[in-house]
Protein backbone atom coordinates (compact mmCIF):
# COMPACT_ATOMS: atom_id res chain seq x y z
CA UNK A 1 0.00 0.00 0.00
CA UNK A 2 1.98 3.21 -0.77
CA UNK A 3 2.05 5.74 2.00
CA UNK A 4 2.59 9.92 1.44
CA UNK A 5 6.11 10.65 2.42
CA UNK A 6 4.77 12.94 4.99
CA UNK A 7 4.01 9.71 6.94
CA UNK A 8 7.64 9.01 6.65
CA UNK A 9 10.06 10.40 8.99
CA UNK A 10 14.05 9.40 9.57
CA UNK A 11 15.30 8.35 12.50
CA UNK A 12 18.52 7.57 11.48
CA UNK A 13 20.61 8.55 8.91
CA UNK A 14 23.83 6.87 7.54
CA UNK A 15 26.17 8.92 9.87
CA UNK A 16 24.01 8.70 12.63
CA UNK A 17 23.46 4.85 12.27
CA UNK A 18 27.52 4.60 11.87
CA UNK A 19 27.49 6.41 15.14
CA UNK A 20 25.31 4.40 17.23
CA UNK A 21 26.95 1.19 15.72
CA UNK A 22 30.47 2.27 17.12
CA UNK A 23 28.82 2.95 20.57
CA UNK A 24 27.47 -0.36 20.20
CA UNK A 25 30.59 -2.07 19.72
CA UNK A 26 32.48 -0.23 23.04
CA UNK A 27 29.40 -1.24 24.99
CA UNK A 28 29.74 -4.81 24.00
CA UNK A 29 33.18 -5.04 24.94
CA UNK A 30 32.38 -3.27 28.18
CA UNK A 31 29.85 -5.69 28.51
CA UNK A 32 31.44 -8.81 27.52
CA UNK A 33 34.93 -7.14 30.06
CA UNK A 34 36.79 -7.82 26.13
CA UNK A 35 36.93 -10.16 23.72
CA UNK A 36 37.42 -13.17 25.65
CA UNK A 37 34.71 -15.54 24.91
CA UNK A 38 32.92 -13.34 23.02
CA UNK A 39 30.19 -14.58 20.30
CA UNK A 40 28.41 -12.33 17.89
CA UNK A 41 25.18 -13.90 16.31
CA UNK A 42 22.94 -11.57 14.05
CA UNK A 43 19.20 -12.78 13.45
CA UNK A 44 18.83 -13.25 9.95
CA UNK A 45 18.41 -11.22 7.58
CA UNK A 46 19.95 -7.67 9.07
CA UNK A 47 21.11 -8.71 12.47
CA UNK A 48 23.30 -10.58 10.02
CA UNK A 49 24.68 -7.68 8.72
CA UNK A 50 24.94 -5.76 11.71
CA UNK A 51 26.60 -8.12 13.64
CA UNK A 52 29.09 -8.11 11.06
CA UNK A 53 29.27 -4.58 11.28
CA UNK A 54 30.12 -4.66 14.60
CA UNK A 55 32.31 -7.29 14.80
CA UNK A 56 34.54 -5.32 12.13
CA UNK A 57 34.04 -2.30 14.59
CA UNK A 58 35.50 -4.54 17.76
CA UNK A 59 38.14 -6.09 15.41
CA UNK A 60 39.94 -2.67 14.05
CA UNK A 61 40.20 -1.61 17.50
CA UNK A 62 41.26 -4.87 19.60
CA UNK A 63 42.93 -6.53 16.96
CA UNK A 64 41.82 -9.96 17.41
CA UNK A 65 39.01 -11.78 15.37
CA UNK A 66 35.39 -12.01 16.57
CA UNK A 67 33.57 -15.20 15.71
CA UNK A 68 30.41 -14.25 14.37
CA UNK A 69 27.09 -16.24 13.24
CA UNK A 70 23.91 -16.10 11.50
CA UNK A 71 20.50 -17.47 12.92
CA UNK A 72 17.41 -17.83 11.37
CA UNK A 73 14.72 -18.44 13.26
CA UNK A 74 11.59 -19.63 11.35
CA UNK A 75 11.95 -22.88 12.57
CA UNK A 76 11.63 -21.91 15.54
CA UNK A 77 8.42 -19.57 15.51
CA UNK A 78 5.15 -19.94 17.29
CA UNK A 79 3.26 -19.30 14.34
CA UNK A 80 3.43 -21.59 11.30
CA UNK A 81 0.41 -21.36 10.58
CA UNK A 82 0.97 -17.69 9.60
CA UNK A 83 4.41 -18.14 7.85
CA UNK A 84 2.32 -17.68 4.85
CA UNK A 85 2.75 -20.90 1.68
CA UNK A 86 6.12 -19.38 0.78
CA UNK A 87 8.28 -19.02 3.36
CA UNK A 88 11.85 -18.05 2.59
CA UNK A 89 13.90 -19.52 5.73
CA UNK A 90 17.39 -17.94 5.50
CA UNK A 91 21.03 -20.01 6.19
CA UNK A 92 21.86 -20.62 10.28
CA UNK A 93 25.49 -20.87 10.74
CA UNK A 94 27.37 -20.61 13.99
CA UNK A 95 30.73 -20.97 14.90
CA UNK A 96 31.21 -23.99 16.80
CA UNK A 97 30.17 -24.67 20.72
CA UNK A 98 28.28 -21.99 22.34
CA UNK A 99 29.36 -23.62 25.60
CA UNK A 100 30.94 -21.64 27.80
CA UNK A 101 30.61 -18.89 25.28
CA UNK A 102 29.54 -15.33 25.61
CA UNK A 103 26.75 -14.28 22.86
CA UNK A 104 25.45 -11.53 21.84
CA UNK A 105 22.52 -11.19 19.82
CA UNK A 106 21.87 -9.10 17.46
CA UNK A 107 19.19 -7.57 15.48
CA UNK A 108 17.73 -4.95 14.22
CA UNK A 109 14.10 -4.06 15.17
CA UNK A 110 12.67 -5.29 18.62
CA UNK A 111 9.55 -4.95 18.98
CA UNK A 112 7.19 -8.00 20.60
CA UNK A 113 10.33 -9.91 21.60
CA UNK A 114 8.84 -13.15 19.96
CA UNK A 115 12.02 -13.36 17.62
CA UNK A 116 14.30 -12.99 20.40
CA UNK A 117 12.08 -15.73 21.99
CA UNK A 118 12.59 -17.69 19.24
CA UNK A 119 16.36 -17.19 19.29
CA UNK A 120 16.98 -18.31 22.78
CA UNK A 121 15.20 -21.09 22.46
CA UNK A 122 17.24 -22.22 19.11
CA UNK A 123 20.52 -20.93 20.86
CA UNK A 124 20.14 -23.47 23.20
CA UNK A 125 20.14 -26.06 20.90
CA UNK A 126 23.88 -25.63 20.07
CA UNK A 127 24.82 -25.77 23.10
CA UNK A 128 25.04 -23.64 26.94
CA UNK A 129 26.83 -20.45 26.86
CA UNK A 130 27.40 -19.39 30.03
CA UNK A 131 25.83 -15.81 29.07
CA UNK A 132 23.32 -14.60 26.32
CA UNK A 133 22.95 -11.25 25.83
CA UNK A 134 20.57 -9.05 23.74
CA UNK A 135 21.92 -5.86 21.16
CA UNK A 136 19.31 -3.80 18.99
CA UNK A 137 19.97 -1.18 16.64
CA UNK A 138 16.15 0.13 17.27
CA UNK A 139 13.76 -0.55 20.53
CA UNK A 140 10.45 0.58 19.11
CA UNK A 141 8.67 -0.78 22.26
CA UNK A 142 5.34 -3.17 22.11
CA UNK A 143 6.68 -5.86 24.12
CA UNK A 144 4.74 -9.28 24.37
CA UNK A 145 6.81 -11.33 26.31
CA UNK A 146 9.32 -10.03 29.43
CA UNK A 147 12.19 -9.32 27.50
CA UNK A 148 15.08 -6.43 27.41
CA UNK A 149 17.68 -5.44 25.36
CA UNK A 150 20.94 -4.47 27.15
CA UNK A 151 22.31 -2.23 24.13
CA UNK A 152 20.36 -0.42 22.39
CA UNK A 153 21.30 2.08 19.48
CA UNK A 154 18.16 4.24 18.94
CA UNK A 155 14.55 3.88 21.52
CA UNK A 156 11.61 5.06 19.69
CA UNK A 157 7.75 5.42 20.91
CA UNK A 158 5.52 3.17 18.17
CA UNK A 159 2.33 2.15 17.86
CA UNK A 160 0.86 -1.10 16.17
CA UNK A 161 0.29 0.20 13.25
CA UNK A 162 3.88 1.75 12.80
CA UNK A 163 6.76 0.81 10.59
CA UNK A 164 10.48 0.31 11.68
CA UNK A 165 12.26 -0.01 8.32
CA UNK A 166 16.25 -0.71 8.87
CA UNK A 167 17.86 0.07 5.34
CA UNK A 168 21.99 -1.66 5.12
CA UNK A 169 24.31 -0.91 2.83
CA UNK A 170 24.87 -4.58 2.07
CA UNK A 171 21.65 -5.27 1.33
CA UNK A 172 19.42 -2.16 0.31
CA UNK A 173 22.05 0.29 -0.92
CA UNK A 174 22.55 2.47 1.57
CA UNK A 175 22.52 3.14 5.67
CA UNK A 176 18.84 4.15 7.04
CA UNK A 177 16.68 4.25 9.67
CA UNK A 178 13.12 4.95 9.27
CA UNK A 179 9.73 5.62 11.00
CA UNK A 180 6.87 5.42 8.85
CA UNK A 181 3.67 5.99 10.75
CA UNK A 182 0.35 4.17 10.16
CA UNK A 183 -3.27 4.95 10.87
CA UNK A 184 -3.59 6.84 14.09
CA UNK A 185 0.20 6.87 14.57
CA UNK B 1 -1.03 -14.28 -3.98
CA UNK B 2 1.04 -17.44 -5.30
CA UNK B 3 0.49 -20.57 -4.05
CA UNK B 4 2.42 -22.64 -1.69
CA UNK B 5 2.39 -26.63 -2.27
CA UNK B 6 -1.38 -27.28 -1.32
CA UNK B 7 -3.14 -29.83 0.59
CA UNK B 8 -1.55 -32.89 -0.58
CA UNK B 9 1.54 -33.74 -2.59
CA UNK B 10 0.62 -36.52 -4.64
CA UNK B 11 2.70 -36.23 -7.53
CA UNK B 12 4.26 -33.85 -9.92
CA UNK B 13 2.61 -33.95 -12.19
CA UNK B 14 -0.20 -31.29 -11.73
CA UNK B 15 2.67 -28.96 -9.80
CA UNK B 16 4.11 -25.69 -11.36
CA UNK B 17 7.69 -25.17 -11.84
CA UNK B 18 7.47 -22.73 -9.16
CA UNK B 19 6.13 -25.11 -6.77
CA UNK B 20 9.21 -27.29 -7.43
CA UNK B 21 11.62 -24.44 -7.28
CA UNK B 22 9.89 -23.67 -3.79
CA UNK B 23 10.27 -27.23 -2.18
CA UNK B 24 14.03 -27.26 -3.51
CA UNK B 25 14.21 -23.66 -2.23
CA UNK B 26 13.16 -25.19 1.49
CA UNK B 27 14.82 -27.92 1.22
CA UNK B 28 18.67 -26.28 0.90
CA UNK B 29 18.15 -24.51 4.74
CA UNK B 30 16.51 -28.08 6.05
CA UNK B 31 20.45 -29.38 5.01
CA UNK B 32 21.69 -27.77 7.88
CA UNK B 33 19.63 -28.71 10.77
CA UNK B 34 20.41 -32.52 10.11
CA UNK B 35 24.41 -31.52 10.87
CA UNK B 36 23.37 -29.46 13.61
CA UNK B 37 24.63 -31.42 17.11
CA UNK B 38 20.73 -31.46 17.89
CA UNK B 39 19.34 -32.34 14.97
CA UNK B 40 15.69 -31.30 15.60
CA UNK B 41 13.86 -27.81 15.05
CA UNK B 42 10.23 -27.39 16.88
CA UNK B 43 8.56 -25.79 13.38
CA UNK B 44 6.12 -29.09 13.58
CA UNK B 45 5.69 -29.40 17.07
CA UNK B 46 2.06 -30.88 18.20
CA UNK B 47 1.20 -32.15 15.13
CA UNK B 48 0.36 -35.84 14.55
CA UNK B 49 1.60 -38.03 11.57
CA UNK B 50 0.57 -41.39 10.52
CA UNK B 51 3.25 -43.10 8.08
CA UNK B 52 0.81 -45.72 6.39
CA UNK B 53 2.52 -47.92 4.29
CA UNK B 54 0.84 -50.66 2.36
CA UNK B 55 3.99 -51.53 0.76
CA UNK B 56 7.29 -53.08 1.92
CA UNK B 57 9.87 -50.20 2.45
CA UNK B 58 13.11 -49.13 4.73
CA UNK B 59 14.73 -46.63 2.82
CA UNK B 60 11.44 -44.54 2.07
CA UNK B 61 10.23 -44.64 5.20
CA UNK B 62 12.77 -43.98 7.14
CA UNK B 63 13.65 -40.53 5.27
CA UNK B 64 9.96 -39.48 6.15
CA UNK B 65 10.27 -40.37 9.69
CA UNK B 66 13.75 -38.92 10.65
CA UNK B 67 12.12 -35.93 8.34
CA UNK B 68 9.13 -35.79 10.68
CA UNK B 69 11.38 -36.73 13.96
CA UNK B 70 13.99 -33.38 13.10
CA UNK B 71 10.80 -31.48 12.67
CA UNK B 72 9.69 -32.51 16.31
CA UNK B 73 6.25 -33.93 14.89
CA UNK B 74 4.69 -36.81 16.56
CA UNK B 75 4.80 -40.13 14.08
CA UNK B 76 3.00 -43.45 14.24
CA UNK B 77 4.12 -45.95 11.84
CA UNK B 78 1.14 -48.40 10.58
CA UNK B 79 2.11 -50.94 8.33
CA UNK B 80 -0.16 -53.08 6.14
CA UNK B 81 0.52 -56.57 7.63
CA UNK B 82 -0.18 -56.93 11.75
CA UNK B 83 -2.61 -54.45 11.47
CA UNK B 84 -6.57 -54.07 10.60
CA UNK B 85 -5.99 -53.64 7.14
CA UNK B 86 -5.07 -57.42 6.65
CA UNK B 87 -8.50 -58.11 8.49
CA UNK B 88 -10.30 -56.59 5.18
CA UNK B 89 -10.65 -52.93 5.84
CA UNK B 90 -10.77 -50.20 3.11
CA UNK B 91 -8.16 -47.65 2.69
CA UNK B 92 -11.08 -44.86 4.01
CA UNK B 93 -11.87 -46.63 6.61
CA UNK B 94 -8.50 -46.86 7.96
CA UNK B 95 -7.54 -43.37 7.38
CA UNK B 96 -10.98 -41.79 8.81
CA UNK B 97 -10.30 -44.23 12.26
CA UNK B 98 -6.93 -42.67 12.42
CA UNK B 99 -8.50 -39.32 11.80
CA UNK B 100 -11.13 -39.55 14.34
CA UNK B 101 -7.95 -40.34 16.81
CA UNK B 102 -6.90 -36.44 15.59
CA UNK B 103 -4.00 -36.71 13.22
CA UNK B 104 -3.10 -33.79 11.17
CA UNK B 105 -0.93 -35.76 7.94
CA UNK B 106 -0.75 -38.79 6.48
CA UNK B 107 2.38 -40.33 4.59
CA UNK B 108 0.98 -43.21 2.17
CA UNK B 109 2.82 -45.59 0.34
CA UNK B 110 0.58 -47.94 -1.27
CA UNK B 111 0.31 -50.24 -4.82
CA UNK B 112 -2.65 -49.02 -6.38
CA UNK B 113 -1.77 -46.26 -8.90
CA UNK B 114 -4.02 -43.35 -7.20
CA UNK B 115 -4.47 -43.94 -4.00
CA UNK B 116 -2.83 -41.26 -2.44
CA UNK B 117 -4.78 -38.91 -4.30
CA UNK B 118 -8.29 -40.49 -3.73
CA UNK B 119 -7.24 -40.58 -0.18
CA UNK B 120 -6.50 -37.01 -0.43
CA UNK B 121 -9.81 -36.16 -1.14
CA UNK B 122 -11.63 -38.13 0.95
CA UNK B 123 -9.89 -36.88 4.22
CA UNK B 124 -9.31 -33.44 6.07
CA UNK B 125 -5.80 -34.31 6.95
CA UNK B 126 -2.52 -33.51 4.45
CA UNK B 127 -1.94 -36.42 2.44
CA UNK B 128 1.58 -36.74 1.33
CA UNK B 129 2.79 -39.72 -1.78
CA UNK B 130 5.47 -42.16 -0.74
CA UNK B 131 4.72 -43.93 -4.10
CA UNK B 132 1.51 -45.36 -5.65
CA UNK B 133 1.17 -48.18 -7.34
CA UNK B 134 3.39 -47.54 -11.24
CA UNK B 135 1.92 -43.76 -10.91
CA UNK B 136 4.06 -41.43 -8.87
CA UNK B 137 6.91 -41.09 -6.21
CA UNK B 138 7.23 -37.43 -5.78
CA UNK B 139 9.37 -36.68 -3.09
CA UNK B 140 12.12 -39.88 -4.41
CA UNK B 141 11.94 -37.23 -7.65
CA UNK B 142 12.18 -34.07 -5.78
CA UNK B 143 15.42 -35.62 -4.11
CA UNK B 144 16.51 -36.51 -7.62
CA UNK B 145 16.31 -33.02 -8.42
CA UNK B 146 17.30 -31.47 -5.33
CA UNK B 147 20.73 -33.57 -5.85
CA UNK B 148 21.30 -32.54 -9.81
CA UNK B 149 21.16 -29.21 -8.61
CA UNK B 150 23.86 -29.59 -6.32
CA UNK B 151 26.01 -31.25 -8.05
CA UNK B 152 25.98 -28.91 -11.57
CA UNK B 153 24.52 -25.79 -10.06
CA UNK B 154 21.53 -25.84 -12.01
CA UNK B 155 18.94 -28.75 -13.95
CA UNK B 156 17.95 -26.30 -17.19
CA UNK B 157 19.63 -27.59 -20.06
CA UNK B 158 21.09 -30.63 -18.48
CA UNK B 159 20.52 -33.98 -20.77
CA UNK B 160 19.08 -36.67 -17.86
CA UNK B 161 18.68 -40.31 -19.00
CA UNK B 162 16.54 -43.01 -16.84
CA UNK B 163 17.92 -46.25 -17.56
CA UNK B 164 15.90 -49.64 -17.00
CA UNK B 165 12.25 -50.69 -16.44
CA UNK B 166 10.93 -47.21 -17.21
CA UNK B 167 7.51 -49.15 -17.62
CA UNK B 168 6.79 -50.20 -14.18
CA UNK B 169 8.92 -47.26 -12.36
CA UNK B 170 6.85 -44.27 -10.36
CA UNK B 171 10.32 -42.92 -10.00
CA UNK B 172 10.69 -42.46 -13.71
CA UNK B 173 7.33 -41.29 -14.15
CA UNK B 174 8.31 -38.39 -11.48
CA UNK B 175 11.25 -37.65 -12.46
CA UNK B 176 10.14 -37.26 -15.84
CA UNK B 177 7.57 -34.75 -15.05
CA UNK B 178 9.81 -32.79 -12.56
CA UNK B 179 13.03 -32.80 -15.29
CA UNK B 180 10.61 -31.32 -17.84
CA UNK B 181 9.18 -28.97 -15.73
CA UNK B 182 12.57 -27.51 -14.71
CA UNK B 183 13.83 -27.50 -18.51
CA UNK B 184 16.09 -30.33 -18.74
CA UNK B 185 16.15 -32.69 -21.81
CA UNK B 186 15.12 -36.09 -20.62
CA UNK B 187 15.95 -39.71 -22.24
CA UNK B 188 14.82 -42.92 -21.82
CA UNK B 189 16.58 -46.34 -22.53
CA UNK B 190 15.84 -49.74 -21.27
CA UNK B 191 14.73 -53.01 -22.90
CA UNK B 192 11.96 -52.09 -25.75
CA UNK B 193 9.80 -54.51 -23.14
CA UNK B 194 9.89 -52.36 -20.48
CA UNK B 195 9.15 -48.80 -22.47
CA UNK B 196 5.83 -47.79 -21.62
CA UNK B 197 4.11 -47.09 -24.98
CA UNK B 198 4.19 -44.02 -26.55
CA UNK B 199 6.55 -42.48 -24.38
CA UNK B 200 8.12 -40.28 -26.78
CA UNK B 201 4.92 -37.70 -26.80
CA UNK B 202 5.61 -36.66 -23.27
CA UNK B 203 8.71 -34.68 -24.67
CA UNK B 204 11.54 -37.60 -24.11
CA UNK B 205 13.93 -38.82 -25.87
CA UNK B 206 14.01 -43.36 -26.27
CA UNK B 207 17.65 -44.78 -26.74
CA UNK B 208 17.14 -48.11 -27.42
CA UNK B 209 21.12 -48.30 -26.74
CA UNK B 210 23.21 -47.65 -23.03
CA UNK B 211 26.08 -47.16 -25.43
CA UNK B 212 23.54 -43.77 -26.90
CA UNK B 213 22.64 -42.48 -23.41
CA UNK B 214 26.24 -42.52 -22.13
CA UNK B 215 26.86 -40.42 -25.48
CA UNK B 216 24.34 -38.19 -24.69
CA UNK B 217 23.86 -37.73 -21.13
CA UNK B 218 25.23 -35.45 -17.95
CA UNK B 219 23.48 -37.53 -15.32
CA UNK B 220 22.37 -41.17 -15.49
CA UNK B 221 19.75 -42.18 -12.89
CA UNK B 222 19.83 -46.08 -12.90
CA UNK B 223 16.40 -47.54 -11.85
CA UNK B 224 16.00 -50.74 -9.84
CA UNK B 225 15.31 -53.50 -11.80
CA UNK B 226 12.45 -55.72 -9.98
CA UNK B 227 13.64 -59.20 -9.89
CA UNK B 228 9.94 -59.97 -10.68
CA UNK B 229 10.30 -58.82 -14.25
CA UNK B 230 12.65 -61.51 -14.73
CA UNK B 231 9.69 -63.94 -13.36
CA UNK B 232 7.25 -62.29 -16.02
CA UNK B 233 9.40 -62.62 -18.93
CA UNK B 234 10.18 -59.13 -19.48
CA UNK B 235 13.68 -59.79 -19.76
CA UNK B 236 15.51 -63.25 -20.44
CA UNK B 237 17.81 -63.30 -17.10
CA UNK B 238 19.60 -60.75 -15.20
CA UNK B 239 23.01 -62.07 -16.21
CA UNK B 240 21.35 -61.29 -19.87
CA UNK B 241 19.91 -57.58 -18.59
CA UNK B 242 23.62 -56.68 -17.09
CA UNK B 243 25.13 -57.69 -20.61
CA UNK B 244 23.10 -55.18 -22.48
CA UNK B 245 22.39 -52.90 -20.13
CA UNK B 246 23.82 -52.70 -16.65
CA UNK B 247 26.42 -50.08 -16.18
CA UNK B 248 29.51 -50.72 -16.20
CA UNK B 249 33.35 -48.77 -15.85
CA UNK B 250 33.96 -49.90 -19.42
CA UNK B 251 31.14 -48.24 -21.05
CA UNK B 252 31.65 -45.14 -18.97
CA UNK B 253 34.76 -45.13 -20.25
CA UNK B 254 33.62 -44.27 -23.19
CA UNK B 255 31.65 -40.91 -22.44
CA UNK B 256 33.00 -37.69 -24.06
CA UNK B 257 32.31 -36.38 -20.28
CA UNK B 258 32.02 -37.00 -16.54
CA UNK B 259 28.34 -38.54 -16.14
CA UNK B 260 26.83 -38.08 -12.70
CA UNK B 261 25.75 -41.36 -11.62
CA UNK B 262 22.39 -41.73 -9.38
CA UNK B 263 20.09 -44.66 -8.06
CA UNK B 264 17.10 -44.26 -5.87
CA UNK B 265 17.95 -47.84 -4.32
CA UNK B 266 18.15 -50.31 -3.20
CA UNK B 267 20.25 -51.58 -5.83
CA UNK B 268 20.88 -54.81 -7.28
CA UNK B 269 24.96 -54.76 -7.63
CA UNK B 270 25.90 -56.42 -10.76
CA UNK B 271 22.47 -56.51 -12.30
CA UNK B 272 21.67 -52.91 -13.58
CA UNK B 273 24.83 -51.27 -11.84
CA UNK B 274 28.23 -52.33 -11.34
CA UNK B 275 29.40 -51.71 -7.93
CA UNK B 276 32.89 -50.30 -8.92
CA UNK B 277 30.45 -47.30 -10.74
CA UNK B 278 28.05 -47.13 -7.77
CA UNK B 279 31.02 -46.43 -5.57
CA UNK B 280 32.71 -44.38 -7.98
CA UNK B 281 33.72 -41.17 -7.97
CA UNK B 282 30.78 -39.63 -9.71
CA UNK B 283 28.27 -41.53 -7.61
CA UNK B 284 26.12 -39.08 -6.14
CA UNK B 285 23.92 -42.16 -4.72
CA UNK B 286 24.18 -41.68 -1.24
CA UNK B 287 24.00 -37.66 -1.34
CA UNK B 288 20.73 -38.93 -2.63
CA UNK B 289 20.07 -40.03 0.47
CA UNK B 290 20.85 -37.46 2.71
CA UNK B 291 18.90 -35.09 0.64
CA UNK B 292 15.80 -37.08 0.55
CA UNK B 293 15.77 -36.00 4.56
CA UNK B 294 15.65 -32.22 3.46
CA UNK B 295 13.60 -32.59 0.84
CA UNK B 296 10.90 -34.60 3.05
CA UNK B 297 11.13 -31.61 5.66
CA UNK B 298 10.66 -29.54 3.30
CA UNK B 299 7.37 -30.73 1.50
CA UNK B 300 6.22 -31.36 5.93
CA UNK B 301 7.29 -28.13 6.43
CA UNK B 302 5.26 -26.33 3.62
CA UNK B 303 1.97 -28.72 3.86
CA UNK B 304 1.70 -27.71 7.43
CA UNK B 305 2.07 -23.96 7.58
CA UNK B 306 0.94 -21.73 4.52
CA UNK B 307 -2.44 -20.70 4.84
CA UNK B 308 -2.12 -17.66 3.09
CA UNK B 309 -5.14 -15.82 5.15
CA UNK B 310 -3.42 -16.51 7.99
CA UNK B 311 -0.45 -15.09 6.38
CA UNK B 312 -1.75 -12.32 5.37
CA UNK B 313 -2.89 -11.28 8.68
CA UNK B 314 0.30 -11.54 10.02
CA UNK B 315 1.89 -9.31 7.36
CA UNK B 316 -0.62 -6.65 8.28
CA UNK B 317 0.84 -6.53 12.11
CA UNK B 318 0.84 -8.94 14.77
CA UNK B 319 3.58 -11.36 13.45
CA UNK B 320 6.84 -11.25 15.10
CA UNK B 321 8.88 -8.18 13.71
Known amino acids: ?185 | MTAGLGKDLTGLEHLSPDQIRLVLDTAEPFKEVSERPIKKVPALRGKTIVNLFFEASTRTRISFEFAEKRLSADTVNVAATGSSVSKGETLVDTAKNLEAMRIDMVVIRHPSSGAAEFLGKRIRSNVINAGDGKHEHPTQALLDLLTIRDKHGKIEGLNVCLVGDVLHSRVARSNIWGLIKLGAHVGVCGPHTLMPRGIEELGVTVFPRLEEAIEWADVLNVLRLQLERMEAGFIPSLREYYRVFGLTPERLDRAPRPITIMHPGPMNRGVEIDSRVADGPHSVILDQVTNGVAVRMAVLYLLAGGRPELADAAQRGGGPE
Open chain 1, 1 to 185: MPRSPSDRTILLDARAMSRALQRMAVEILELAHGTDDLVLVGIQRRGVELAERIAKLIEKDEGVPIPRGALDITLYRDDLETVGPKPVIGETRLPGDLAGKHAVIVDDVLYTGRTVRAALDELADFGRPKRISLCVLVDRGGRELPIQADIVGKSVKTGPGDRVDVLVEEIDGRDQVDLVRGEGG
